[in-house]
């Protein structure tokens, strides 16, 4: 089944540094979509990029679909910044949404 | 604007014991639902989908079971806990097909079996 790849598992920053996520997965997808889980669970939706380059604030996603890889570029990162980076697949052949292991980023005053 | 609702916010339960999680979307009409679940330190797993009123489909075999029994409610639950059971539970929701469209999560479910 399809599988997806995130790194790396845990990330260090100084505020005001950038920060990139990877996610790659195994199979081909129609749906892409990066999540912030914030320490106490929660999900809030960031960028859905199936294929191609979005922005959004200081969000930049970068999708490779016949390379399946996404990119999460975070700029001039905040201590609020901080949490847990998710991808999620859905897979263009199943109806099953895939999530990835996830990044924990920890941003430093 | 929709709101998504999740009940009870956490909940320590016996095993054995019955559990029902809820989940109420407001402020859109047939919505694509999803249950979603995650071990303490684990991965995010989807557990079941629906596209309608009275139609769910299972993703993952976790002895868990699941109804939409309105437009606007999804409903988890088993009739008997196991330990593994304990973790986080998450119910979403999305206007077009998942496969097309971003979906949105409620605040979810914290379960402790003991």
């Known amino acids: 089944g399809q599988q997806v790849q995130q790194s790396p598992a845990s990330l260090v920053l100084q505020e005001g540094e950038n920060a990139e996520l990877q996610c790659n997965f195994s199979s081909t997808a129609t749906q892409l979509q990066w999540f912030y889980q914030s320490p106490g669970g929660s999900l809030v939706s960031l960028l859905s990029n199936p294929s191609g380059t979005k922005h959004t604030g200081r969000l930049t996603s970068t999708t490779v679909t016949k390379e399946r890889r996404s990119s999460l570029h975070i700029s001039s990162s905040q201590t609020t910044d901080s949490g847990t980076y998710l991808c999620?697949?859905?897979?263009?052949?199943?109806?099953?949404?895939?999530f990835g292991t996830g990044t924990r980023l920890q941003v430093l005053p | 604007a929709q709101t998504i609702h999740q009940w009870p916010v956490a909940e320590i339960k016996a095993v054995g014991s019955p559990l029902s999680l809820g989940c109420t979307i407001k402020g859109k009409s047939s919505p694509n639902l999803y249950w979603y679940w995650q071990a303490t330190g684990g991965t995010l797993q989807q557990l079941f989908y629906s596209i309608t009123v009275g139609q769910v489909e299972s993703v993952v075999q976790l002895n868990l079971s699941a109804s939409r029994p309105k437009d606007d409610q999804f409903i988890l639950s088993t009739e008997k806990l196991l330990l593994s059971h304990s973790g986080f539970y998450l119910c979403?929701?999305?206007?077009?097909?998942?496969?097309?469209?971003?979906?949105?999560f409620g605040p979810g479910t914290r379960l402790l079996v003991l």
């Open positions: 979403a929701w999305s206007r077009g097909l998942f496969n097309q469209d971003t979906q949105y």
């Open positions: 999620a697949i859905l897979s263009s052949n199943t109806n099953k949404v895939v």
